[in-house]
């Protein structure tokens, strides 16, 4: 079953205009959903957590760490914006491994990926393996760069990308929220611009469909239509993975009013 967000035009600044949706399905294969999503565009928020296959309760870390980001509140200064988003991951962490100890659940954690926008500028923040691609003047680029042990291989020139497709330890995660006392946290910051879209999704997407199916289908369908689209695309091929797909376009205003 999908599960989206109201879709709607939000203003987060007198500059621009947000169109967003968010879906996620428990896939063909998993008997649980273990992903969450954020869409908050009034706050300039969008997140979403891919909890750890295999461990205990990983649907609990990955909602934590969806209502953490969703506390974070309207801010005027970017700076204050990511300063609240780090402190809200860095709290959840806490309260995931306190939460592990008190009940003797081992292991419980979560990727992340998030988008925080205020007014012009905007970052990208990650932990794990959940992706984030700009779509910016029919270019398609992932912004965040995979914690994997076999993005590390790529890297480091020990493995070639021929090799990674049948890598038995390709879902090696090296990151995620809850695992380790400090987390890891990755950012990358730039500037908005007019027709920006970004994808948000877990890795039950990009395990069936590549970059360039995303963008094709991005660039022809309007947010929700797109999120319907490419969760189909990955349960026609299998499913094997719970997917989840948050897709935000930006534009300004003189644009969508047709004034110049």
């Known amino acids: 079953m999908t599960v989206p967000t109201h879709s709607k035009i939000h203003a987060a600044e007198p500059a621009g205009w947000f169109v967003s949706h968010a879906m996620t399905h428990t896939g063909r294969v998993r008997p649980v959903n273990e992903d969450r999503f954020l869409a908050k565009p009034q706050n300039g928020v969008w997140l979403v957590a891919d909890g750890m296959g ?3 309760h990983g649907d609990v870390a990955a909602s934590m ?13 970017h700076e204050a914006k990511l300063q609240d988003f780090r402190e809200q991951i860095f709290t959840v962490n806490q309260d995931i491994r306190n939460l592990t100890q008190e009940h003797g659940l081992g292991v419980m954690g979560s990727t992340l990926v998030a988008l925080l926008v205020t007014g012009q500028q905007f970052s990208v923040v990650w932990s794990g393996d959940s992706r984030l691609y700009l779509n910016r003047g029919n270019r398609m680029t992932q912004l965040s760069r995979d914690h994997t042990q076999v993005q590390q291989m790529l890297d480091n020139g020990t493995l070639d990308p021929e090799g990674a497709a049948s890598f038995k330890g390709k879902n090696i995660i090296l990151h995620a929220i809850g695992v380790r006392e400090t987390p890891h946290l990755d950012l990358i910051s730039s500037e908005l611009r007019d027709g920006d879209t970004f994808i948000l999704c877990s890795d039950g997407l990009t395990a069936h469909l590549s970059a360039l199916e995303i963008q094709d289908i991005v660039l022809s369908q309007a947010p929700e239509a797109a999120c319907r689209s490419l969760i189909d695309g990955a349960l026609e091929r299998g499913g094997s993975d719970n997917v989840t797909v948050v897709v935000v376009n930006y534009r300004i205003t003189t644009v969508l009013d047709g004034r110049s």
Do not use: E, P, T, Y
């Not at 760490?65 to 200064?77: D, F, N, P």
């Open 54 to 56: 295999g461990h205990s």
């Open 65 to 77: 760490i969806a209502q953490a980001a969703g506390r974070v509140g309207h801010h005027a200064v």
